[in-house]
């Protein structure tokens, strides 16, 4: 198995079966660390550099403080409009990251093409973890779900994924690419214009995923052990930001949305999950469900992020 020191964390298509359990093992140990709320030193000596060039509540703030939790420090942008590939000059991520490199020891970068960490990668000295990328991929979302999926229900294996959403998203992506690593399931459900590309599933089918599609939610609903959600509504992930102006939102269509009363057919120990935030793909009141595992999904994003960076910046083995 290679080792996480030093290294980038850009996809998880290549990742291995012992490389999730690597991960899943180190965030179980870093665990309680983040559960007493007390920050540790583990990485008292390191910094993190953030660069976020599309909007993020949760996994910008979650990487910044799974670094405070374990004592590191951070420095970074939020707004790309606030620097100078922002500006009139539209530096290169090249020039960018030879700058940022000096900041820091590892880079956390979200943009909105797609491959732009990769591309940071190529220039930078230190470890750079992509925090998604266009419509291309969120590993450190899938880690953190599938870490939530062992935490709740013990095993990955021999579960089905129902994942319903918008099948473009880079979450999907990681997903698709992470299962195939276990012996999991998926039934994919999206609008037709939002399916699985051919080429996409050419690449899972070869890489040996069982998987299927469905027109319906309330067709596959009781099929699932895991029910996997994006919003079908949602801003251009190309883009650098999307500015809503006021116009009235798009609502999703029932055959996308997961509701109490359509819960009524799922199975009775089924978790939903959901990267957040959401539209009204998934209304407030299913909160207060037995299914509901999305709250607990935002608490091991930092636990996550904690293991990860440990991990890549060779504090833990
Ligand atoms: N889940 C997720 O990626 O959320 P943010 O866009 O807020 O980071």
């Known amino acids: 198995m290679r080792s996480f020191a030093g290294r980038d964390i850009l996809s998880l298509k290549d990742f291995e079966h012992a490389e999730f359990m690597q991960v899943f093992e180190t965030a179980e140990d870093l665990e ?21 060039y599309q909007p993020s509540t949760r996994t910008r703030l979650a990487h910044e403080a799974a670094m405070h939790r374990l ?39 979200r943009h909105f093409q797609q491959g732009a960490p990769a591309e940071a990668a190529r220039w930078a000295s ?4 992509n925090a998604g990328d266009g419509w291309g991929e969120h590993p450190t979302q899938v880690l953190t779900d599938l870490y939530t999926v062992l935490k709740e229900r013990g095993t990955i294996d021999g ?13 999907m992506h990681s997903l698709g690419y992470a299962l195939t690593q276990f012996d999991a399931q998926a039934i994919f459900v999206s609008p037709p214009d939002m399916s699985l590309t051919a080429e ?16 319906h939610v309330a067709e596959v609903i009781g099929d699932a052990d ?54 009204d793909e998934l209304p407030e009141d299913v909160d207060a469900t037995r299914h509901a595992r999305y709250w607990e999904e935002a608490f091991n994003g930092v636990v996550m992020r904690m293991a990860l960076l440990a991990l890549v910046l060779g504090a833990t083995e």
């Open 32 to 52: 309680p660390i983040a559960r007493s709320r007390r920050n540790g030193d583990l990485l008292a000596t390191k910094t993190l550099v953030t660069a976020f």
């Open 71 to 109: 004592g590191g420090h951070v420095v970074g942008f939020a707004d790309p409009k606030m620097t100078r590939a922002g500006d009139f000059y539209q530096e290169s991520i090249k020039d960018t990251v030879h700058m940022l490199e000096y900041y820091g020891d590892a880079i956390v970068m």
């Open 126 to 129: 230190v470890p750079v973890i």
């Open 159 to 171: 579960l089905t994924f129902l994942c319903i959403g918008d099948m473009r998203m880079r979450t």
């Open 200 to 215: 996409f599933k050419a690449d899972l089918a070869s890489r040996g995923l069982v998987f299927r599609e469905a027109e």
């Open 226 to 279: 895991v029910i996997y959600m994006e919003p079908v509504v949602q801003a251009d992930y190309t883009q650098s930001r999307v500015e809503s102006g006021g116009a009235a939102r798009p609502t999703t269509p029932d055959n996308y949305r997961v509701t109490k009363d359509l819960l009524k057919r799922a199975r009775t120990d089924s978790i939903i999950l959901h990267s957040l935030p959401r539209m």
